[in-house]
């Protein structure tokens, strides 16, 4: 089949298929749309799945809240609203009203609005990986029959849970079954997080700012950077900043601290690596709340880059500078220059590598492979730890040295790989 064909092929079968979310109802006194539109991780619990729905590759989805309709109106208006929505949504009160307007040879996919859905998951029944059965042709899909006796049947052999059995009531079996072209597939049942109490809400939100690491992320980033970052991002996903403005922040922190390596004293030293090491944890929010937020973008990967490497090379020249203050040494200017020319043929040389590697990660990709590459492991943060030690131990010579060394023997093997893999 040429590439062509197979596109138009998967396009065809997009449009065939419908998502339907099923919105339960909410425990006492809570009203439908303040419930699901209560945030988690800093973005409502609806959107939230509808935003991970659009991610694993859905067009079309249905919401359906039974005898729920004006209060399903707000919650569509809402999320229609929404920059981050792109796909066709349709809000449905009534069960019949579904088949209606699903169209012939169409496939639905119910899922339960209650639960927390997993993108890894959907991905993987929207868009099946080659080789692997069709979803129209896996067993967990309903073919339905012409007789309405047959197709119950089916159903009560399945063991479905409540919020399915709410759906296929009589109504809607009989108008399925006077369709046989639709077919019908249930999310089978999961471990997934359900929603079902108010403290539900911070708890899942707990798990997501937990998990929203990168598989990349070296020692130092799992052991401590993380941990202190995920701090700043529970409050700052409860903000208007954006992950762009968070990263100049970052930024900002960053050169500030360059400034202050700038005096050459002890005091100075330390105030300027503790600076730093504020930067690194800032750096990783910035990160945590474009996935959390589902607010990643092409510009705020670069814009990550080059703030990064920008406030290496400030620090790199920095202490060189003010080594040669205090020292009266002239050699250290020399030797922030090494350092800085090691650093910018570096990232010259695997700044487009690492902002595709950041966009292959993440919370809101994650059925992405994910490759840790020596560049994951030697383009990281973790020498500021160890600037730290050395300037606590006042050993900035030593370090600087070992700036010199590190970032021109990676640029050579950058070189060197670059040149083997064109020839």
Known sequence: MSLVAHTQKTATEDRKL????????????????????????????????ILNIQQAGARRLMLFADNNGE???????RVKNDARVHLQLECHSKPEELVADTG???????????????????????????GESSPKTASNFFLC????????????????????RSILSQDIAQEISQNPGIHIKFMAKTDDFRIAQPEDFKTASDRLIKSCGLSNDSFMDRSVTRFISRQLTRQLIKTPLTPNQITFISCVVGLGAAAC?????????VTSAGLLLLSTWIDCTDGEVARLKFLESSLGKQMDIVSDNLVHMAVFFSIGLGLSAETGNGLFIFLGGLAVLGCLVSFILISQEIVKNKMNCG???PFQ????????????????????????????????????????IFAGYLLYDKFKTAS
């Open 104 to 130: 012939q040879d169409s496939r639905l996919l119910f899922l339960d609005g209650s639960t927390l859905q997993n993108i890894t998951r959907l991905a993987k029944i929207i868009q099946p990986a080659s």
């Open 261 to 269: 390596f700038l005096v050459g004293s002890y005091g100075m030293g």
């Open 71 to 77: 209060r399903l109106d707000e919650l569509c208006r």
């Open 145 to 164: 029959p012409n007789h309405l006796e047959t197709l119950m049947q089916r159903i009560d052999n399945r063991g479905l849970l409540p919020w399915q």
């Open 369 to 408: 492979e994910q490759k840790k590459s020596i560049v994951d492991r030697l383009a990281n943060r973790d020498f500021t730890y160890l600037l730290f030690f050395m300037v606590g131990i006042a050993r900035l010579d030593v370090f600087l040295v070992l700036s010199v060394v590190g970032s021109n």
């Open 363 to 365: 919370e809101s990709k």
């Open 18 to 49: 419908c998502v339907v979310l099923v919105l339960s109802h909410p425990p006492a006194p809570w009203g439908i749309t303040d419930w699901y539109w209560k945030e988690i991780a800093g973005v409502p619990f609806l959107l939230r799945n």
